[in-house]
């Protein structure tokens, strides 16, 4: 278990700073026109790999405690989706593009798929893409989306927050939940042997180069240029289509594969000692990041002006501060502030 958490560890901590790096660059350079080819690639690689690599870490952590205390879970995990719910909400009347509003029901839903067995999980994975792409048949996937700002209209009223929730948010339960299942069925595995540890790697480069090379095939030689059908296809994470889902998924296996495999050369180095409060730390992070970090941004007017470089660093600077920040804080506490108070109000 100690070599399992600590490979969690880091791959958590890498997919916080994935995080951070596309939401500063969100915030700081949407709608600026640059020619930074690295910065914009490098980032937009990130765009919804990272927070699916995150998501699929917490399922992980959600099958992992199951184990531990499986007779307190629904209850417990019901009372923290409320907690997430509540301090995603908060967080969204500054950050609209908040994940933990949908952290709250991928919990919610995931604990109750708990019980089910390995192919019914997968079998939940699939139908859950397949109704995100019935439904872009039937609903207007623009609608309260103004794209060119990053704003969505009517999220406050009842049939808005839903049609975000479940629809087309930035992380819709359809089909972002089934990275949570993915999550659940990879802490069924012996993820501290070795051989487990490559298959996942194997199975997360194979995911990714099919889903890319049948992107390209499509979107290059058998889909018209100027056809609407172009975004079906695509490996982007807005629609999240079955190609995207496959690509994001392969992303968070070989993350977490890689970073499984390499934990034990890492276990007495400063280099985890530093980071590993950081890691298990993100909740509280991911709300300092939005509150201290984009809010200093939006005070000092960065909000839109800048580059996607100018980004890369002012998220690498936050990111260092609070690596920093956890790992004093680790020092005299042992949990993260809101782990500790989301730990004290829902036991």
């Known amino acids: 278990m100690s070599e399992r958490l600590i490979g969690l560890d880091i791959a958590r901590y890498l997919a916080f700073v994935g ?7 969100i915030v700081m350079s949407h709608g600026v026109q ?40 629904v209850n417990t995990i019901v009372k923290r989706s409320i907690f997430l719910l509540i301090l995603g909400l908060l967080n969204m009347t500054i950050f609209e593009g908040d994940i933990l509003h949908y952290y709250a029901f991928y919990f919610l839903f995931g604990v109750f798929l708990l019980p089910f067995g390995n192919r019914a999980l997968i079998l939940v994975i699939g139908i859950l ?52 299942l993915l999550g659940i069925l990879l ?12 298959k996942i790697i194997s199975w997360g480069l194979l995911a990714i180069i099919f889903s890319e090379i049948m992107s390209f095939i499509l979107l290059g030689y058998v889909i018209p240029v100027d056809s609407e059908l172009q975004f079906l296809f695509m490996t982007d994470s807005m629609p999240p289509m079955p ?17 499984l495999i390499v934990s034990e050369k890492f276990r007495e180095s400063e280099i985890y000692s530093l980071i590993a409060p950081a890691g298990t730390q993100t909740l509280t992070l991911y709300v300092l990041h939005i509150i201290v970090g984009l809010g200093f941004i939006d005070a ?48």
């Open 129 to 180: 893409n397949l109704l995100f792409f019935g439904m872009l048949l039937f609903f207007d996937y623009e609608s309260g989306w103004n794209f060119e700002e990053l704003t969505y209209s009517g999220f406050w009223t009842i049939d808005g927050f839903i049609r975000n929730l479940f629809f087309n948010g930035f992380h819709p339960v359809f089909p972002w939940l089934g990275f949570f």
């Open 300 to 347: 000092i007017g960065f909000t839109g002006t800048q580059t996607s470089s100018q980004a890369f660093v002012a998220a690498i600077i936050f990111c260092i501060l609070g690596t920093i920040f956890a790992f004093t804080w680790s020092k005299w506490f042992r949990r993260g502030i809101f782990e500790s108070l989301m730990r004290k109000l829902t036991g």
């Open 19 to 25: 995080m951070v790096l596309v939401n500063f660059d």
């Open 34 to 73: 640059s020619n930074e080819g690295f910065f914009n690639e490098f980032i937009g690689q990130l765009q919804g790999r990272a927070s699916a690599t995150f998501v699929v870490l917490a399922g992980i952590g959600l099958g992992l405690s199951s184990f531990k205390k499986e007779s307190q879970t």
């Open 187 to 198: 802490s069924r595995a012996l993820l501290k042997k070795k051989q487990v540890q490559i």
């Open 243 to 259: 190609l995207y889902f496959l690509a994001a998924s392969g992303s968070a296996l070989l993350i977490i594969g890689l970073c």
